[in-house]
């Protein structure tokens, strides 16, 4: 039985540029799950409705363990970091099937936000 996929788009990413003072910082997040038994390395690339693909950045998920990756400390080898305040789209390239789920908080209010969805796989 395949347990996940190896290629997963997010269409809808936006990190905001502003916090509300307090305990919860606005950020987002993929939650990944490696339910295999060989640990995954991924590539994550970026793109944007004005210039070209961000690439390079990278991540680990061992096997049969989650990771949580903030996508605000996410950085490439060359310490390049997905901007703030800007739309984007995100496809993650997994060298082993996984399942990969979305997540943004917005503190820009008092009424704090949170979002969740899936992301979006590919066969």
């Known amino acids: 039985m395949n347990k996940g996929k190896c290629v997963w788009y997010v269409p809808d990413c936006y990190f905001p540029e502003i ?24 590539q994550l690339t970026v793109y944007f409705e004005d210039k070209d693909p961000m690439r390079g950045f990278t991540a680990l ?27 984007y789209a995100l496809m993650v390239e997994s060298s082993q099937p996984v399942i990969i789920q979305y997540s943004r908080l917005d503190t820009t209010q008092a009424e704090i936000g949170l979002m969740t969805t899936m992301a979006y796989p590919l066969d």
């Open 19 to 42: 916090s509300s003072p307090g305990h919860y910082v606005s950020h987002e997040a993929i939650c990944l799950l490696n339910p295999g038994t060989e640990d995954a390395t991924l």
């Open 61 to 87: 998920c061992k096997a049969e363990r989650t990771n949580h990756l903030r996508l605000d400390k996410l950085a490439d080898a060359q310490g390049n970091s997905i901007p703030q305040g800007v739309p």
